[in-house]
């Protein structure tokens, strides 16, 4: 005779969990995950919400990679790198500021570029083109120029970084001590590149304007040469375009960090202590520059320099640290790079920090790792955290994390991933929470950003049967995504011109109330068959839930792979409008309300009865088929087994 077992879902805090771990019955993430979560969001406190719609704020010219800059509270700008331009927003209004075009990016390697900053000066580097520094003049104007090192008054030395190419017992004799020379070398090395770069011989500049043959060159001399006899101490710029300029940058320890370039792409390069354009290496000192090759044999190049507890380097193999404390911060006598982690990291993605720990992407694109320091073993470990969701992370494009929003105190990572989904990570390391949400779009989410508690994205969809780019920014308080909000005179008429010949819906109240889908026209004017007065108007997406199989537990043990029947089943919801039970409608409306009023929103438990037969392996699915508010926060079930 069937029996009746009563099972509770308390929290969806594992997040959506890989079908790989439908096995795993035996773990907390079976217990708090589902099957599908698709398009929610988490809740602090363990259940999910609809994630939140997008903003429409601007249409982008092609493909754009997003980044930050926030100068003051009053001061944030959005930046959308694309082909060899620039667009900068402001993040408070989304007002365009400024175009910069010219710039020596294209659309394949601004994916590849590395940024840091320091106050309204932003660096970027990429091994291809020289390093630049994007500044903010004033409250609405930057200018993009090339990064210069600092030079004496005299216009030289020059204080950059320079390392001897050559063999190190090739000999250079210089013709003459001043003026035009000739530089000769003891075997074949000079180049037709070699060209334009500058070469010291005895710490002495010459600049080669001429190329003659392999052993010779000619050069002015910058600075008056020490002596005319062959002499092999003499050495080469760093970066050029012969050899490459700098894979990765950041600020640490009041230095710049340059790490690895092509021909030097074990090495790292570090300002003088708060002098971020001079790398003189002087004679040594604790404040002058670090330059030295990060000599660990497990490293083949540096990926990623990265500032979190201690200074980082990301590398295609491996994770390296440099030790330092508060009292010996790290400095040209100090700088012994330790090799912590096993795992590289990813080219195009940048570690973040959250929760504690630094995310990074592993080189494979399909596993995200974390680095955190263990104080007594004085080394980092490098855990992978996307395992039990490993189908959800897949060659992986952009990260960045929220640190809380002003809807709620959650914090997450968003990872674009390549088929154009975000995976939204939720963690709580002191509760011992983490899980993984998917997210999708009516197109794709191509980059991702966070500034002031707010996540912007861009966004690739198919709008009038033509390919368009958009400047989004997340909203919890919209449920439609590319939307407008409007506050106006009650009409049933509203225009959202970046949506032409576009099927879109309107919701109203608070979200509380759906106006159904219009069809615009080539304006992109909507006319809905009810009139209102605030109303959101966007393309909505799907949401949906499926709960795993349930874990029941009988005199004969746990029932997995028998017959079971799903019967009555209860959801405790918070602040609702509208969602289904495996297709029973949830009925926000009774029949005495006022109908001439907006529903109220509905709190509580809600009882839903027959909705499956017998079934080796019963889910529940709750989806929503207008885009209203709806947050679950448990499911009751009770089963027959």
Request: aromatic share 10%; glycine share 8%.
């Amino acid at each position: 005779m069937p029996a009746g077992v009563n099972h509770v879902q308390t929290n969806f805090a594992s997040g959506q969990i890989d079908p790989t771990m439908l096995g795993r019955r035996d773990t907390s993430m079976y217990q708090n995950g589902a099957k599908v979560l698709t398009n929610n969001s988490p809740l602090v406190t363990g259940g999910v919400r609809r994630r939140p719609g997008t903003q429409y704020i601007a249409t982008l010219p092609a493909h754009a990679r997003l980044a930050r800059l926030q100068f003051n509270d009053q001061q944030l700008y959005v930046f959308a790198f694309s082909n060899a331009r620039v667009d900068i927003y402001n993040a408070l209004t989304g007002a365009l500021l400024q175009t910069l075009t010219g710039q020596p990016w294209n659309a394949t390697t601004m994916w590849e570029m590395k940024w840091t900053q320091t106050g309204d000066t932003t660096i970027i580097v990429h091994p291809d083109f020289p390093m630049r520094k994007l500044v903010r003049t004033d409250a609405t104007t930057f200018t993009s120029s090339l990064y210069e090192f600092e030079a004496d008054s005299s216009g030289f030395p020059i204080h950059q970084p320079y390392f001897k190419f050559a063999d190190n017992a090739v000999t250079m004799t210089p013709s003459g001590t001043s003026g035009s020379v000739t530089l000769t070398l003891s075997s074949g090395y000079w180049v037709s590149g070699h060209v334009g770069i500058r070469v010291r011989y005895k710490s002495k500049t010459c600049t080669i304007t001429g190329y003659t043959s392999a052993t010779v060159v000619t050069a002015t001399v910058n600075e008056t040469l020490p002596s005319t006899t062959a002499d092999s101490e003499w050495d080469e710029q760093v970066f050029s375009s012969l050899y490459g300029y700098a894979r990765s940058v950041s600020f640490h320890g009041q230095r710049l960090w340059f790490g690895g370039t092509k021909e030097l792409p074990r090495n790292a390069f570090a300002s003088k202590k708060g002098a971020y354009f001079n790398f003189d290496v002087g004679t040594g000192l604790d404040d002058e520059s670090v330059q030295a090759e990060v000599a660990v044999a497990q490293i083949g190049e540096i990926v990623h320099s990265h500032s979190g507890r201690h200074l980082q380097f990301l590398c295609d193999t491996g994770v390296v640290y440099v030790p330092e404390t508060d009292a010996s911060p790290v400095s040209p006598k100090n700088f012994n790079p330790r090799f912590s982690v096993p795992y590289g990291a990813r080219l195009i993605t940048p570690p973040r920090n959250l929760d504690g720990a630094d995310l990074y992407i592993q080189d494979t694109g399909q596993v995200v790792r974390e680095l955190l320091h263990n104080d007594f073993q004085q080394a980092y470990t490098g855990d992978a955290v996307s395992l039990v969701s490993s189908n959800l992370i897949n060659d992986v494009q952009d990260l960045d994390v929220l640190y809380g929003h002003t809807d709620g105190p959650e914090q997450f990572a968003l990872i674009v991933n390549g088929d154009g989904t975000i995976s939204c990570y939720h963690t709580i390391r002191g509760e011992k929470i983490s899980g993984w949400f998917p997210w999708s779009t009516n197109g794709s989410f191509e980059s991702v950003t966070t500034i002031n508690n707010e996540a912007w994205v861009s966004c690739k969809r198919t709008i009038n049967s033509a390919t368009v780019y958009t400047l989004e920014k997340f909203d919890f308080d919209l449920t439609l995504d590319c939307a407008l909000k409007f506050n106006a005179t009650e009409t049933t008429s509203f225009t959202v011109g970046h949506l032409p010949n576009t099927v879109v819906n309107g919701v109203a109240n608070s979200r509380s109330v759906s106006h159904g889908t219009a069809t615009t026209n080539g304006s992109g004017v909507a006319v809905f068959t009810d009139p209102a007065t605030q109303i959101d108007v966007g393309l909505d997406f799907t949401r949906s839930i499926e709960t795993l199989p349930p874990l029941v537990q009988t005199p004969k043990g746990d029932m997995s792979g028998e017959l079971m029947r799903l019967g009555v089943t209860v959801l405790e919801v918070a602040t609702s409008a509208n969602f289904s039970v495996n297709g029973h409608d949830f009925l926000v409306r009774q029949a005495n309300d006022d109908f001439s009023l907006a529903p109220t929103k509905q709190d509580g438990k809600h009882r839903f009865e027959g909705l499956l037969g017998w079934s080796r392996a019963p889910t529940i699915t709750i989806t929503q088929d207008v885009p209203l508010e709806f947050n679950l926060l448990s499911v009751w079930t009770e089963v027959w087994t």
